[in-house]
């Protein structure tokens, strides 16, 4: 049996093997740059076919990291409030598609 000398670390270094927990990823929008992104989901979400390239619940993941930015104006935060029913819509849309195809 091969033992080989484990290191011995710094005081307070956790061992290698340990997994530190991540720091939450920082939300990539701003109330300045959220318009830009409502937009591009709007337009992403009126192309036929969206949901069948990118799955329904990613489309949801974006529309709620944009909906958390606390800075949003109330015209924004209408036209975000009606993405669940555009990706509802997306959704049916493509399962027509793929029950056709």
């Known amino acids: 049996m091969n033992l080989r000398a484990r290191k011995t670390l710094p005081a307070g270094q956790p061992p290698r ?4 927990p991540r720091k939450a990823a920082a939300c990539a929008y701003t109330g300045k740059t959220a318009d830009a992104a409502i ?24 529309a709620a990291e944009i909906a958390a930015i606390a800075t949003l104006t109330p015209t924004q935060r209408a036209r975000v409030a009606r993405m669940p029913a555009l990706i509802d819509r997306a959704e049916r849309e493509a399962s ?5 195809a």
Do not use: F, N
């Open 17 to 20: 093997d340990v997994v530190k």
């Open 39 to 62: 937009a591009h989901l709007e337009h992403v979400l009126s192309v036929d076919g969206t949901t069948t390239i990118m799955a329904p619940a990613y489309w949801r993941a974006r």
């Open 96 to 100: 027509l598609l793929t029950k056709a």
